[in-house]
């Protein structure tokens, strides 16, 4: 029986990882965050929808204390360029005063998301905060944005699975790869 997302992988021009080298990666850097942050109680504020599934695994794997905050961030609605500009819905309950924060993404591309968020996060004075993400693109950025832990230097193309998406769809690959320009159909 083929898998329900094997209509899908076709759509793909190449895969860049594998389920196996984003697990293998994820554990890793679970593995670091249990050592860095030990003994501490970690407020986690993953960005959405992006990172669902990167932070459902990253999470598991983390033998701490954590409570979840998710926040909906977009700069690119729906296409495969950023619009310069970040939506963020910030939830009124969200208080990190004296928190350890672990602001969790799925890529860093410009910047400009987790640069706002951290401004954000940081307005709020927590105890430390730690930024993490599972790709990092190669490029410039138009903001600095100062990252502790990502799983992966990719290069400059747009990318999608594992929790990234083009056009809304693709999120639920379970691999992430280049879409084949001819595609998707
Ligand atoms: P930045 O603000 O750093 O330019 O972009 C960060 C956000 O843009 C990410 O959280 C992600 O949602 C989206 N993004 C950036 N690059 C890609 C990409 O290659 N593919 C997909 N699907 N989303 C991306
Ligand atoms: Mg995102």
Not at 82 to 107: C, F, M, N, Y
Not at 114 to 124: G, P
Not at 134 to 151: I, M, P, T
């Amino acid at each position: 029986m083929s898998s329900p997302v094997t209509g899908v992988i076709h759509d793909l021009e190449r895969i860049l990882l594998t389920p196996e080298q984003i697990h293998a990666r994820v554990r890793e850097m679970a593995a670091r965050l249990n050592a860095a942050l030990a003994g501490k109680v970690v407020t986690v504020v993953a960005l959405m929808d992006g990172g669902l599934f990167f932070v459902a695994d990253l999470l598991r794997a983390l033998e701490l204390p954590v409570r979840l905050h998710t926040l909906s961030a977009s700069s690119y609605q729906g296409g495969t360029a950023t619009t310069g500009e970040v939506k963020v819905s910030w939830p009124a309950d969200v208080d990190l005063r004296g928190q350890d924060v672990l602001l969790l993404d799925d890529i860093l591309d410009t910047g400009l998301t987790l640069s706002v968020i951290s401004e954000r996060i940081l307005a709020q004075q927590p105890a430390s905060l730690r930024t993490c993400v599972l790709l990092s693109k190669r490029r410039q950025r138009l903001r600095e944005v100062a990252l502790e832990d990502a799983g992966f230097e990719i290069d400059d193309e747009f990318v999608v699975g594992y929790g990234m998406d083009y056009m809304g769809r693709f999120r639920n690959l379970p691999c992430i790869g280049i879409l084949n320009p001819n595609k998707p159909s």
